[in-house]
């Protein structure tokens, strides 16, 4: 497992390079020269340096992953396969490797837009409309509360 358990600064620029290039940390951390997961968290909190680099690492890994998507998008090899019916053989769709390509590009969507959400997250319309009658409701609340706040 794990064998590094001391911060230095080529470590940190190490993990943050690589997350930055799109790796995840759980494969960062399975590598046999690099620190466990919880060594990482551990640094994450104790070393502001580092916690700021990281940040900017998994920003930027979000751009790694659109990449990603754009990649697994116009990747159409699976799409289609070759399919028997008696004598006859056919191209059919391959259902299964669309569905998984589908897959793959909505966790990597999702995954970018928690990473870097004013960039790659859902944008809401909000449509709010609001309209207040100041008319006699203001005047009729006045004259219910006159002379009840006043002190003698």
């Not at 993990?15 to 620190?35: F, H, T, V, W």
């Not at 690492?57 to 990603?68: G, K, L, S, Y």
């Not at 799409?79 to 053989?89: A, L, P, R, T």
């Amino acid at each position: 497992m794990a064998g590094v358990s001391t911060y230095t600064e080529e470590m940190a620029d190490i993990i943050c390079e690589r997350i930055a290039n799109g790796e995840s940390l759980k494969g960062i951390c399975e590598d046999e020269a690099m620190p466990s997961k919880a060594t990482v968290f551990k640094w994450l909190g104790e070393n502001a340096s580092f916690s700021d680099k990281y940040a900017r690492a998994r920003e930027t890994q979000a751009d790694a992953i659109f990449d990603e998507i754009l990649s697994i998008a116009d990747d159409g090899r699976n799409d289609w396969m070759q399919k028997n019916f008696g004598e006859e053989s056919r191209w059919v769709e391959n259902g299964e490797a669309l569905r998984r390509s589908q897959l793959r590009i909505d966790a990597r969507k999702w995954m970018a837009g928690k990473l870097r959400p004013k960039k790659y997250g859902e944008k809401l319309e909000i449509d709010q409309k609001t309209t207040h009658e100041v008319g006699n409701s203001v005047s009729a609340l006045m004259e219910a509360i006159d002379g009840r706040t006043r002190t003698k």
